[in-house]
T-cell receptor, first 114, second 110 residues
Framework: KAGVTQTPRYLIKTRGQQVTLSCSPISGHRSVSWYQQTPGQGLQFLFE???????NKGNFPGRFSGRQFSNSRSEMNVSTLELGDSALYLC?????????????FGEGSRLTVL | KNEVEQSPQNLTAQEGEFITINCSYSVGISALHWLQQHPGGGIVSLFM???GKKKHGRLIATINIQEKHSSLHITASHPRDSAVYIC????????????FGKGTTLSVSS
């Protein structure tokens, strides 16, 4: 069974640009949740999608958005990038809502904003 | 005050030592997770607990719901255990997302 796949693994953008990150969950998993990890703040919840519906959203500005497709693959988008958006972005997939069962994380997408 | 506090923040040990990492939280929870993150980013789920104790190999996790406290123990530590260990809680309040501790960085030398 394939694990959680995130693409791209590394990317460099400049301030003001936008970025789209992709997450393919484990087959059969309906929940995809996204997290931002920085050295200062640790892991912070961005949002969760379950069966194509946004189930929950963290305390991030509207520049951060996401969606989930009918095959459960999810994308997150960050518009008008700021230097502070440099981080490791992780997604996790679950059979049920995030945290109610074992968490399966992808390797992450490391974003650098110059 | 953070809702999930881990201690210690950093931990160094010699191979073979018994390790304890603590996690305290301030909200009622339905589950607590222990995660391991090696350098390079990938996170692996070690345990999910809602009560009592779980054991997997050299790892033991315990939780005391009344005291809002959990511990992760590593017996006979090994250099490959060097990683960041993260505690995360799922609050009881419906529709609330996981809350993470800042992590404990463990370094085990041979």
């Amino acid at each position: 069974k394939a694990g959680v796949t995130q693409t791209p693994r590394y990317l460099i953008k400049t301030r003001g640009q936008q970025v789209t990150l992709s997450c393919s969950p484990i087959s059969g998993h309906r929940s995809v949740s996204w997290y931002q990890q920085t050295p200062g703040q640790g892991l912070q919840f961005l949002f969760e999608y379950f069966s194509e519906t946004q189930r929950n959203k963290g305390n991030f500005p509207g520049r951060f958005s996401g969606r989930q497709f009918s095959n459960s693959r999810s994308e997150m988008n960050v518009s008008t990038l700021e230097l502070g958006d440099s981080a490791l972005y992780l997604c996790a997939s679950n059979e049920g809502p995030a945290g109610t069962g074992e968490l399966f994380f992808g390797e992450g997408s490391r974003l650098t904003v110059l | 005050k953070n809702e999930v506090e881990q201690s210690p923040q950093n931990l160094t040990a010699q191979e073979g030592e018994f390790i304890t990492i603590n996690c305290s939280y301030s909200v009622g929870i339905s589950a607590l997770h222990w995660l391991q993150q090696h350098p390079g980013g990938g996170i692996v789920s070690l345990f999910m607990l809602s009560s009592g104790k779980k054991k997997h190999g050299r790892l033991i996790a315990t939780i005391n719901i009344q005291e809002k406290h959990s511990s992760l123990h590593i017996t006979a530590s090994h250099p490959r255990d060097s990683a960041v260990y993260i505690c995360a809680v799922l609050p009881l309040q419906a529709g609330t997302a996981l809350i993470f501790g800042k992590g404990t960085t463990l370094s085990v030398s041979s």
